[in-house]
């Protein structure tokens, strides 16, 4: 799934330069959004199989500043994240799909991040101990499930939310709510700021998003084409 997601697939010619069609207003916007945007931090969603978690997670990242998701796909359930749930987020976000761990683990670690999976296990490391201040991906796992032991062998650590309560688990998506939060929360506090793109990958997402934020833009460019 390219960037802006299945239902905002790619479009040939622009005639017309997309931040034309654009209110200062919202070029200000998008410029903020992309300020804040992160490709240090991303989050790894291990074979979920619900459709209301699958977009609930997304639309956290999208909210708070992460722009890629990986997700390994559930064979027995397709990555179809609930519309109604998602509200769109899905085209501002780059989610990259994968057959299986193995294959997102060398994407990830090709790229010098440090895999952490969610799992309450001997050795776990608790969400507030954690720096982030290098590249880092958590994993969450299948709703029922878990992360597999595929993860579990694959990842450099694990870790566990605290709870001050009787329940000691939370749903998916809660959790990813809450660590995505905690991480960004830490990243400010210590780094200064959340976003990290360097100038070309701001002005490459930028660009993007210019286009995506213009509403009827195939029929729009396409009517401009000669």
Not at 168 to 189: D, K, L, T, Y
Request: glycine fraction near 8%; hydrophobic fraction near 40%.
């Amino acid at each position: 799934m390219s960037g802006g997601g299945p239902r905002y697939a790619p479009f040939e010619g622009k005639p017309v330069e997309p931040e034309s069609l654009l209110l200062d207003v919202r070029k200000e916007k998008i410029d903020r959004v992309v300020e804040q945007r992160t490709r240090t931090f991303t989050v790894v969603l291990d074979r979920l199989e619900d459709s209301f978690n699958m977009a609930a997670v997304l639309r956290t990242c999208e909210a708070m500043g992460v722009q890629e998701v990986h997700v390994v796909i559930n064979p027995e359930a397709p990555f179809l994240p609930n519309s109604r749930v998602a509200q769109g987020c899905d085209k501002w976000l780059d989610v990259k799909l994968y057959k299986s761990f193995a294959e997102c683990r060398e994407h990830l670690k090709g790229r010098g991040f440090s895999l952490y999976a969610s799992a309450i296990r001997e050795g776990a490391t608790s969400l507030y101990s954690m720096r982030f201040d290098a590249k880092v991906a958590i994993v969450f796992g299948n709703e029922r499930f878990g992360v597999s032991e595929e993860v579990l062998a694959g990842v450099d650590g694990t870790f566990w939310i605290p709870m001050r309560g009787f329940s000691q688990s939370i749903n998916i998506s809660a959790a990813a709510s809450a660590c995505v939060s905690r991480v960004m929360a830490w990243r400010e506090e210590h780094l200064g700021k959340v976003g990290d793109l360097s100038p070309e990958e701001a002005q490459e997402l930028r660009e993007r998003f210019y286009v995506l934020a213009v509403k009827q833009r195939k029929r729009i460019f396409k009517a401009q084409q000669p």
